[in-house]
């Protein structure tokens, strides 16, 4: 049996989502419009800590046009919000979790407190104004560095304290190996609290049909399976009577689409009032009340040889979770711990992460989250290594790779269920390419002069290690329709990774049909009745496969039912261009159109119809890697920093579509532009955030893109992991962006005495260091 095909995968054709993206033909979540649409608005909590004395809701129940005032008294006993990743036992852990509307303590300011459901949105903004609530105020936890002093509140006090958790782990003897050490270098680092910031914020619909019971919801996205089980269990509903739809999703970044309190309280309410009721964040809303994500403070040191060679890690840091336990319960920190070593060979390593909670936005997961922090740790300090031993940071580097005839290579520690070992890579070799591309030498020759010419330019280096393929598993479903034409079903989300695309493309290739006649249907609980979603760069490692599978099995069924039609032994048949020919005899052919009518009931043993499901099972995750260079000019006048040139190579297996694989590059590389140079959500020292707009919380724009930018994708290791070998791709422009950046900006002012432990490096930080040293021009 053969399919002869044109090459498919590995080509850079266009995204099937696209044209209709481009057109204006996709459907988000404000596009939704059913008849008798009600709009809603919430009234978020203006403190970050207080006691809800009373609610008075009866003025804005009295404003014509509005339908319902609903608090938590009105819900009645819902349970709370579970975890979905990085779960934690204990009565703590439970007590952090949030409740979809606040109930009798507000945590932070933008919890929700009321929801108002009227005519349009503008009248339910105006009925926010007439809710009158009488609040007890209380002290605030601002800091989570001091929130274990004496006389600071507790948060949740069945939580036993404002240290929820404390996250271990250990490899070898990091102690005894930092007390023989010819050189410790000891730093503090901090991450700043930054966030996904999506062109489309979160948006969802919800309406029940009391005759069938069917509630339909639009706009979910990410997870809606876990979604679906999830509001089933707090409704107390039948899941199958759930129906769940995935539109076009404006940005995800891992902030849009977990379970937040909003998709409870929408489809709640639309099955209370027998209408179908529409909520959408505005900008403000997004600032305040989704995901968090980063901020880490971390005290960490290393044990070296004097030639450079590591011999020992430690670390010891602190996570601010914000006020309450979202779906990703400690996830983050887990993440950094697991994959703090990073690429190098680090005999022994303890790090100790302390979740502590407070009157802050409650945090998730972001584009790369906890290895965009521990990469920014992990990658400034072995710099701070180099200068101490007055080696060169590429140098050092070098000496401590771990080589690729080493892999698999156990780590220690874990994370997501799993220990961390790294299935293969070349590291050194991902570090050379990026290196030459950046003309290291010639730009160490550069800096020389510039320095003569008063001008302070660096050259920074990031080496990340990161994760994809989350398993358990996922499913997909291929099957040919009575008109001849391919669909595939999958249990993944689309949250703009071109997933259509790539799922196309390996099904195309296998059945031997062009990608465009190939649908691609996601995302729709009614259609897709498993399925584990999008995100932690899981669908090319994950969704294809499984999509690969099913394809083989349904290409057996074809030449099954080719073989009897033609009564050729199947081995003697060829898949070709949505046909199936004896070998030889090209005239001798029936379509696929032909084989699916002919499928039903088909041959004696064969189930009917050209289709089948494959579930691909994930025990382990794989691990890309690759190299950030930054070469940078600083400005002493303005503290601004100029990208003039960056280079990222990263190594992800196979490439599917090398194009979609180099925009997910460069678009993870503007967001972590963003988080080393600009981004941060900030908050005063009685917890209120002072960043909540664009005014305040700046995005990186194409002005702050790099002068020059080059991706080298590498498919130098295949995953052994699953039969595509690819790992995964989505996370890796971001994650290094910090390190790589922090390091150049370091270097360019290495004359000045200038200390990088801190992001973001935005101007005014950069201007005060820069005073501080009386450098300041």
């Given at each position: 049996?053969?399919?002869?095909?044109?090459?498919?995968?590995?080509?850079?054709?266009?995204?099937?989502?696209?044209?209709?993206?481009?057109?204006?033909?996709?459907?988000?979540?404000?596009?939704?419009?059913?008849?008798?649409?009600?709009?809603?608005?919430?009234?978020?909590?203006?403190?970050?800590?207080?006691?809800?004395?009373?609610?008075?809701?009866?003025?804005?129940?009295?404003?014509?046009?509005?339908?319902?005032?609903?608090?938590?008294?009105?819900?009645?006993?819902?349970?709370?919000?579970?975890?979905?990743?990085?779960?934690?036992?204990?009565?703590?852990?439970?007590?952090?979790?949030?409740?979809?509307?606040?109930?009798?303590?507000?945590?932070?300011?933008?919890?929700?407190?009321?929801?108002?459901?009227?005519?349009?949105?503008?009248?339910?903004?105006?009925?926010?104004?007439?809710?009158?609530?009488?609040?007890?105020?209380?002290?605030?936890?601002?800091?989570?560095?001091?929130?274990?002093?004496?006389?600071?509140?507790?948060?949740?006090?069945?939580?036993?304290?404002?240290?929820?958790?404390?996250?271990?782990?250990?490899?070898?003897?990091?102690?005894?190996?930092?007390?023989?050490?010819?050189?410790?270098?000891?730093?503090?680092?901090?991450?700043?609290?930054?966030?996904?910031?999506?062109?489309?914020?979160?948006?969802?619909?919800?309406?029940?049909?009391?005759?069938?019971?069917?509630?339909?919801?639009?706009?979910?996205?990410?997870?809606?399976?876990?979604?679906?089980?999830?509001?089933?269990?707090?409704?107390?509903?039948?899941?199958?009577?759930?129906?769940?739809?995935?539109?076009?999703?404006?940005?995800?970044?891992?902030?849009?689409?977990?379970?937040?309190?909003?998709?409870?309280?929408?489809?709640?309410?639309?099955?209370?009032?027998?209408?179908?009721?529409?909520?959408?964040?505005?900008?403000?809303?997004?600032?305040?009340?989704?995901?968090?994500?980063?901020?880490?403070?971390?005290?960490?040191?290393?044990?070296?040889?004097?030639?450079?060679?590591?011999?020992?890690?430690?670390?010891?840091?602190?996570?601010?979770?914000?006020?309450?336990?979202?779906?990703?319960?400690?996830?983050?920190?887990?993440?950094?711990?697991?994959?703090?070593?990073?690429?190098?060979?680090?005999?022994?390593?303890?790090?100790?992460?302390?979740?502590?909670?407070?009157?802050?936005?409650?945090?998730?997961?972001?584009?790369?989250?906890?290895?965009?922090?521990?990469?920014?740790?992990?990658?400034?300090?072995?710099?701070?290594?180099?200068?101490?031993?007055?080696?060169?940071?590429?140098?050092v580097r070098r000496r401590n790779f771990i080589g690729a005839d080493e892999m698999p290579y156990e780590v220690g520690g874990a994370s997501l269920g799993q220990r961390t070992v790294y299935d293969c890579g070349d590291y050194l070799s991902a570090f050379e390419q990026a290196l030459a591309a950046a003309?290291?030498?010639?730009?160490?020759?550069?800096?020389?002069?510039?320095?003569?010419?008063?001008?302070?330019?660096?050259?920074?280096?990031?080496?990340?290690?990161?994760?994809?393929?989350?398993?358990?598993?996922?499913?997909?479903?291929?099957?040919?329709?009575?008109?001849?034409?391919?669909?595939?079903?999958?249990?993944?989300?689309?949250?703009?990774?071109?997933?259509?695309?790539?799922?196309?493309?390996?099904?195309?290739?296998?059945?031997?049909?062009?990608?465009?006649?190939?649908?691609?249907?996601?995302?729709?609980?009614?259609?897709?009745?498993?399925?584990?979603?999008?995100?932690?760069?899981?669908?090319?490692?994950?969704?294809?496969?499984?999509?690969?599978?099913?394809?083989?099995?349904?290409?057996?069924?074809?030449?099954?039912?080719?073989?009897?039609?033609?009564?050729?032994?199947?081995?003697?048949?060829?898949?070709?261009?949505?046909?199936?020919?004896?070998?030889?005899?090209?005239?001798?052919?029936?379509?696929?159109?032909?084989?699916?009518?002919?499928?039903?009931?088909?041959?004696?043993?064969?189930?009917?119809?050209?289709?089948?499901?494959?579930?691909?099972?994930?025990?382990?995750?794989?691990?890309?890697?690759?190299?950030?260079?930054?070469?940078?000019?600083?400005?002493?006048?303005?503290?601004?920093?100029?990208?003039?040139?960056?280079?990222?190579?990263?190594?992800?297996?196979?490439?599917?579509?090398?194009?979609?694989?180099?925009?997910?590059?460069?678009?993870?590389?503007?967001?972590?532009?963003?988080?080393?140079?600009?981004?941060?959500?900030?908050?005063?020292?009685?917890?209120?955030?002072?960043?909540?707009?664009?005014?305040?919380?700046?995005?990186?724009?194409?002005?702050?893109?790099?002068?020059?930018?080059?991706?080298?994708?590498?498919?130098?290791?295949?995953?052994?992991?699953?039969?595509?070998?690819?790992?995964?791709?989505?996370?890796?422009?971001?994650?290094?962006?910090?390190?790589?950046?922090?390091?150049?900006?370091?270097?360019?002012?290495?004359?000045?005495?200038?200390?990088?432990?801190?992001?973001?490096?935005?101007?005014?930080?950069?201007?005060?260091?820069?005073?501080?040293?009386?450098?300041?021009?």
């Amino acid at each position: 049996m053969t399919a002869a095909s044109p090459r498919v995968v590995g080509v850079p054709i266009k995204r099937k989502e696209d044209f209709r993206l481009l057109t204006g033909r996709g459907k988000y979540a404000a596009d939704v419009r059913l008849p008798g649409l009600l709009h809603a608005a919430i009234l978020r909590s203006p403190h970050p800590h207080a006691r809800i004395a009373a609610i008075h809701g009866d003025a804005a129940r009295a404003l014509p046009g509005v339908v319902a005032v609903i608090t938590a008294d009105d819900l009645g006993p819902v349970g709370r919000i579970p975890v979905r990743l990085g779960q934690r036992s204990g009565a703590g852990a439970t007590a952090c979790l949030q409740p979809p509307l606040a109930t009798g303590t507000v945590r932070y300011v933008g919890e929700p407190v009321a929801f108002v459901v009227a005519a349009s949105r503008y009248l339910a903004e105006d009925a926010l104004e007439l809710v009158e609530i009488d609040w007890d105020l209380l002290p605030v936890v601002a800091d989570a560095r001091r929130a274990s002093e004496p006389g600071v509140p507790v948060l949740h006090p069945a939580a036993g304290g404002n240290v929820v958790e404390r996250l271990t782990t250990r490899a070898g003897d990091a102690a005894g190996a930092l007390a023989a050490a010819d050189r410790r270098v000891h730093e503090r680092f901090a991450v700043q609290r930054h966030t996904g910031v999506p062109m489309e914020t979160r948006g969802l619909t919800a309406a029940h049909d009391p005759g069938t019971g069917v509630l339909t919801l639009w706009g979910v996205a990410k997870v809606p399976h876990f979604n679906r089980r999830v509001l089933a269990d707090l409704l107390g509903y039948p899941e199958h009577l759930i129906h769940f739809i995935e539109l076009e999703v404006g940005g995800g970044f891992g902030v849009r689409g977990e379970f937040y309190p909003e998709d409870f309280v929408v489809p709640w309410t639309a099955i209370r009032l027998g209408r179908p009721v529409q909520w959408v964040e505005d900008r403000r809303e997004h600032l305040i009340a989704t995901n968090h994500s980063r901020q880490q403070y971390h005290n960490v040191e290393m044990g070296v040889r004097r030639d450079g060679t590591i011999v020992a890690l430690r670390d010891r840091f602190m996570v601010d979770l914000g006020a309450y336990i979202r779906t990703h319960g400690v996830v983050v920190p887990e993440l950094t711990i697991a994959l703090l070593p990073g690429p190098y060979r680090i005999p022994n390593y303890e790090c100790e992460a302390l979740c502590v909670m407070t009157n802050k936005t409650p945090t998730g997961t972001y584009r790369g989250p906890g290895r965009y922090e521990g990469t920014f740790v992990r990658e400034r300090l072995i710099d701070r290594v180099a200068a101490e031993l007055g080696l060169d940071p590429a140098d050092v580097r070098r000496r401590n790779f771990i080589g690729a005839d080493e892999m698999p290579y156990e780590v220690g520690g874990a994370s997501l269920g799993q220990r961390t070992v790294y299935d293969c890579g070349d590291y050194l070799s991902a570090f050379e390419q990026a290196l030459a591309a950046a003309d290291y030498k010639a730009v160490r020759a550069e800096q020389t002069r510039a320095r003569g010419e008063g001008r302070y330019l660096g050259i920074g280096l990031g080496c990340v290690l990161e994760k994809a393929g989350l398993g358990p598993w996922e499913y997909a479903r291929v099957e040919v329709d009575g008109s001849g034409r391919v669909v595939v079903y999958s249990g993944v989300a689309a949250v703009g990774q071109g997933i259509e695309t790539t799922l196309a493309q390996v099904v195309a290739e296998e059945l031997s049909v062009a990608a465009e006649d190939v649908t691609v249907v996601h995302g729709d609980s009614a259609r897709v009745p498993f399925g584990i979603g999008g995100f932690a760069s899981r669908g090319a490692a994950v969704a294809l496969p499984a999509a690969l599978g099913a394809a083989r099995k349904v290409r057996d069924k074809i030449f099954q039912v080719a073989a009897s039609l033609l009564e050729a032994h199947a081995g003697d048949l060829v898949l070709e261009s949505g046909a199936v020919h004896v070998r030889g005899l090209p005239e001798r052919a029936v379509t696929l159109r032909q084989l699916a009518r002919a499928a039903v009931p088909g041959p004696p043993g064969m189930d009917p119809g050209l289709y089948a499901a494959h579930f691909f099972e994930a025990p382990k995750m794989t691990y890309p890697y690759g190299t950030h260079v930054a070469v940078v000019e600083v400005d002493l006048a303005t503290g601004r920093v100029a990208l003039r040139k960056y280079v990222v190579t990263y190594d992800i297996g196979r490439a599917i579509n090398p194009m979609i694989v180099e925009g997910q590059i460069v678009g993870g590389l503007a967001q972590g532009i963003g988080g080393a140079l600009l981004e941060e959500l900030v908050y005063d020292d009685q917890a209120q955030p002072l960043t909540t707009t664009f005014m305040d919380y700046l995005v990186p724009t194409a002005m702050e893109m790099p002068e020059e930018t080059i991706v080298k994708i590498l498919e130098e290791t295949p995953t052994p992991l699953n039969p595509l070998g690819v790992k995964g791709v989505g996370e890796g422009g971001s994650s290094g962006a910090g390190a790589a950046i922090a390091n150049a900006v370091a270097d360019a002012l290495a004359p000045l005495g200038v200390a990088i432990a801190e992001l973001p490096l935005s101007p005014d930080r950069l201007a005060g260091l820069l005073r501080a040293r009386g450098a300041h021009a």
